[in-house]
């Protein structure tokens, strides 16, 4: 007996001294993220929200990759040039394996663009007519029409392995994903935690950080806790209220970058409007400018936004293509009860009048408080807004075109492509007069010149002309004013000491990018 | 008893085809799923496709037959967000809520019947009076403030509990317990007394009240007469006759928990499946709402029929008919 309890002794003894080598040797880097939610899918084509997408961008790569600042780069595809005005050449990477080792080639682009199109989202290849594979390292992708940011958009289609995905199915594809980016799936155990770890012969070099794990914290108060209790290293989405005393406590700090998302408020310019009693009075431009001018971002930034929204001066950031610099709404349109109520008198309502006014109370920071305090600028003016606040669930069928219900509609638009092209074709074409065109242009707004300068600029290869064109555009929307650009809200995040994170533009969370010590 | 049996099983048909017609019809108020899955800035054919794949472009009508047939055939359908069954989706999160909801529930027990006996064997005590105003406050506090306060006191100020998650777990029969660990123990201490709050105070008035009527009955005298000791008289004689209501009340209690746990399982990011409700609400998620109301209705009347049973037990006069 004794003898064997001290054999069992040396050999915990021998198991200590292990697991202390092991423990010694390993060092290995390691992060845990505080989410705002779990991902839905890790299937790329199986649907689309903030959560998925951050990991989507971890397992698998696109051809193009977007850097944390919106510039656009090689991604799988080395180097890509146009051959005629539709057709693109890509020069694929050679050498990249997916994670169980298939060698990624052309045919799996073919196979991933036609995949898309069946899939639920038909909209990441919405401006790809064909796609062949010219030999195993050199994929054509010919446009519909002459398209100069098509490598932009590229950089959403991730790139799937044709062997493995066919034989998984797409059911299966969501819980076992296959790519070839810098992660591989660890474990994800639903609502508790999705664990990576790193794929070290990636293409563009090994990751610095081995093992990330996610975890869903919902409540944006227990977010804040488990950052300081030390559960995890970073905290996506910090609560405005909190922001404060995370500052405020020793060893973390606050991290803030202004997101893309523009909330801008949409108006209504049909000769007759859902909810408003007669003839529309925001068909008339001076009306459009004095609603414009009663909005007082300031305030609604200050007392609304705790200071964490910045005030929006065109329809596309600075980044984007169609931005035309030194160019400002709130300079053109500053605060001005006044004058906006001698507009209004000029305009025939010295009185004003009554609308509704279309909003959400869960899609964006501090909605509802958004659209109430709207409603007590615009009084000032004389136009009554009454406010019809619901979930997104609601919302989005709500206000859909042909837009039945509203007349004035508080919603968001992010273009996390960097070009203004596709939200100008999307929200200011005249409606139903080119197919996907116009398909979001809610308050019906309608200008040939418009439309002929989108044309213009979705049928040019040549991005500089294409920047151009859209920049005119630009123009004509800020003195046409068929939207007011309230503000781009801020992406907060939390981080401990020690943690390095460059917080993108478009909020995908990037752990290839990030450091710990 | 097989009369019984059946008569159970009938109910809890119809019961379960109600809360299915009930929620389709429910669902036809709170948006379009299409909306929810599509980018806002899809085209008309676009969404037409998703429409199509997520088989919404047929009548209600269709729809719900669809959903019947093969509800028959045991597939309860796919989610619209997760594009999984929807069953799958539920049960995977069943354990954790189970596992807490138990904990809660035996904490709850544990504390509020001896108090609630002695309460009611001494209703005029200065300790009988703190306990009812305790029990007061258990009922009235938010779950959610609760929640936030422990966090606050004993995960950040003191550190001794994580603010959340579920910690290590080990596994059971395939199953993954915390229970089984010293961590996960650790992790479901504060999340289980935030659930157990609530029915520990409806409990212990309920068995205050119990033991407070049964007190004034000539039994109770007679067994103080022929010499039982104070113990035995309160808890053999006493408790046994003031627990029908309270087991009423525990079951209730413990279907309830179960099936609504959200708000604990939110503050505290417990991988459960009451927030999987929440944001299937939020998602207009049919398919994973109506199983989730459906099996919620078939968890309520399971533990009717075993709270119908334990009747029995504590009292021979009932018999199950």
């Given at each position: 007996m004794k003898y064997l309890s001290h054999t069992a002794l040396r050999a915990g003894a021998v198991g200590v001294a292990i697991a202390?080598?092991?423990?010694?040797?390993?060092?290995?880097?390691?992060?845990?993220?505080?989410?705002?939610?779990?991902?839905?899918?890790?299937?790329?084509?199986?649907?689309?929200?903030?959560?998925?997408?951050?990991?989507?961008?971890?397992?698998?790569?696109?051809?193009?990759?977007?850097?944390?600042?919106?510039?656009?780069?090689?991604?799988?595809?080395?180097?890509?040039?146009?051959?005629?005005?539709?057709?693109?050449?890509?020069?694929?990477?050679?050498?990249?394996?997916?994670?169980n080792g298939n060698a990624f080639t052309a045919a799996d682009v073919v196979y991933t663009v036609n995949k898309a199109r069946e899939s639920i989202r038909p909209d990441l290849v919405a401006n790809v007519a064909?796609?062949?594979?010219?030999?195993?390292?050199?994929?054509?992708?010919?446009?519909?029409?002459?398209?100069?940011?098509?490598?932009?958009?590229?950089?959403?289609?991730?790139?799937?392995?044709?062997?493995?995905?066919?034989?998984?199915?797409?059911?299966k594809m969501d819980l076992m994903p296959m790519g070839t980016g810098p992660y591989k799936l660890g474990e994800w155990i639903k609502e508790e935690?999705?664990?990576?770890?790193?794929?070290?012969?990636?293409?563009?070099?090994?990751?610095?950080?081995?093992?990330?794990?996610?975890?869903?914290?919902?409540?944006?108060?227990?977010?804040?806790?488990?950052?300081l209790t030390g559960e995890v290293d970073v905290i996506q989405d910090l609560a405005v209220r909190d922001v404060d005393r995370v500052k405020k406590e020793d060893g973390y700090s606050v991290v803030t970058r202004p997101s893309l998302l523009n909330v801008v408020l949409a108006m209504d310019m049909r000769e007759q409007s859902p909810t408003i009693e007669g003839k529309n009075p925001m068909t008339d431009q001076r009306v459009r400018e004095a609603i414009a001018r009663a909005v007082d971002v300031n305030a609604i930034n200050k007392i609304v936004m705790n200071g964490l929204a910045t005030p929006s001066d065109q329809f596309v950031p600075s980044s984007h293509i169609g931005y035309v610099d030194g160019m400002s709404f709130r300079e053109m349109y500053p605060l001005d009860i006044e004058k906006a109520k001698a507009l209004m008198a000029d305009a025939g309502y010295p009185d004003g009048f009554t609308m509704t006014l279309d909003a959400t109370n869960n899609r964006y920071v501090n909605d509802a408080q958004i659209a109430q305090a709207l409603a007590s600028m615009l009084a000032k003016i004389g136009v009554t807004l009454e406010l019809n606040i619901m979930p997104k669930s609601n919302f989005w069928g709500h206000i859909r075109v042909p837009t039945e219900n509203s007349s004035f509609i508080m919603s968001g638009w992010d273009v996390p492509a960097g070009d203004a092209g596709s939200m100008y074709g999307a929200l200011f074409y005249t409606r139903?007069?080119?197919?996907?065109?116009?398909?979001?242009?809610?308050?019906?707004?309608?200008?040939?010149?418009?439309?002929?300068?989108?044309?213009?600029?979705?049928?040019?290869?040549?991005?500089?002309?294409?920047?151009?064109?859209?920049?005119?555009?630009?123009?004509?929307l800020m003195a046409d004013i068929p939207m007011i650009p309230v503000h781009y809200e801020q992406d907060i995040y939390a981080v401990r000491d020690g943690v390095t994170l460059v917080p993108r533009v478009d909020k995908f969370l990037w752990a290839y990018d990030m450091d710990v010590d | 008893m097989f009369g019984y049996l059946l008569k159970r099983l009938i109910q809890m048909t119809l019961v379960l085809w109600v809360v299915s017609v009930i929620v389709f019809l429910m669902m036809s108020f709170t948006g379009d799923p299409v909306f929810m899955v599509v980018p806002i800035d899809a085209t008309d054919s676009e969404i037409a496709q998703a429409r199509r794949l997520l088989g919404l472009d047929q009548s209600p009508l269709v729809q719900y037959w669809r959903f019947l047939t093969s509800l028959v055939q045991g597939d309860f359908g796919q989610s619209y967000v997760f594009r999984q069954p929807a069953m799958t989706l539920i049960l995977e999160r069943l354990p954790a809520t189970v596992e807490m909801v138990l904990v809660a529930m035996v904490m709850a027990?544990?504390?509020?019947?001896?108090?609630?006996?002695?309460?009611?064997?001494?209703?005029?005590?200065?300790?009988?009076?703190?306990?009812?105003?305790?029990?007061?406050?258990?009922?009235?506090?938010?779950?959610?403030?609760?929640?936030?306060?422990?966090?606050?006191?004993?995960?950040?100020?003191?550190?001794?509990?994580?603010?959340?998650?579920?910690?290590?777990?080990?596994?059971?029969?395939?199953?993954?317990?915390?229970?089984?660990?010293?961590?996960?123990?650790?992790?479901?201490?504060?999340?289980?007394?935030?659930?157990?709050?609530?029915?520990?105070?409806?409990?212990?008035?309920?068995?205050?009240?119990?033991m407070m009527e049964v007190g004034r009955q000539d039994f109770m005298k007679f067994a103080r007469a022929k010499g039982a000791t104070r113990h035995d008289v309160l808890y053999k004689h006493g408790l046994k006759n003031a627990l029908i209501p309270v087991v009423t009340i525990f079951g209730l209690q413990l279907g309830d928990l179960i099936a609504f746990a959200t708000i604990t399982e939110t503050i505290f990011s417990w991988p459960g499946m009451g927030k999987l409700l929440i944001d299937s609400i939020y998602r207009a998620d049919r398919p994973v709402i109506v199983v989730y109301l459906m099996l919620v209705a078939l968890i309520f009347v399971v533990i009717n029929f075993l709270v119908d049973l334990v009747y029995t037990l504590i009292d021979p006069r009932i018999s199950l008919k």
């Open positions: 202390a080598a092991g423990a010694a040797f390993a060092q290995d880097k390691s992060v845990m993220i505080g989410l705002t939610s779990d991902p839905s899918h890790l299937y790329p084509l199986a649907g689309e929200e903030l959560s998925s997408n951050i990991m989507y961008y971890h397992l698998y790569d696109p051809l193009v990759k977007r850097g944390a600042d919106l510039s656009f780069g090689p991604g799988l595809a080395e180097s890509w040039e146009n051959v005629d005005e539709i057709t693109w050449r890509f020069k694929l990477r050679q050498g990249v394996t997916f994670h064909s796609v062949t594979a010219v030999d195993d390292y050199t994929v054509e992708i010919k446009t519909p029409k002459p398209y100069a940011v098509l490598p932009n958009d590229l950089a959403e289609l991730l790139i799937l392995d044709e062997e493995y995905t066919t034989a998984t199915g797409d059911e935690k999705l664990t990576l770890t790193a794929n070290d012969g990636y293409w563009a070099g090994e990751p610095k950080i081995k093992n990330v794990t996610f975890r869903p914290i919902t409540n944006p108060a227990t977010r804040t806790a488990a950052l139903d007069k080119k197919d996907g065109y116009g398909q979001v242009n809610r308050g019906s707004y309608s200008n040939a010149e418009m439309d002929a300068l989108v044309d213009k600029a979705d049928s040019t290869p040549d991005v500089e002309q294409r920047d151009a064109y859209l920049q005119e555009a630009t123009k004509i | 027990v544990a504390v509020a019947i001896p108090l609630g006996v002695y309460a009611g064997a001494n209703p005029e005590g200065r300790l009988s009076r703190t306990i009812m105003a305790g029990s007061l406050l258990g009922i009235s506090l938010p779950g959610f403030w609760v929640g936030m306060v422990l966090i606050y006191l004993f995960a950040v100020h003191w550190g001794v509990f994580p603010s959340s998650g579920r910690g290590d777990t080990a596994e059971l029969f395939g199953l993954r317990i915390s229970l089984l660990t010293w961590d996960g123990w650790h992790h479901i201490i504060l999340p289980a007394v935030t659930l157990s709050l609530g029915t520990m105070a409806i409990l212990l008035r309920m068995t205050r009240a119990g």
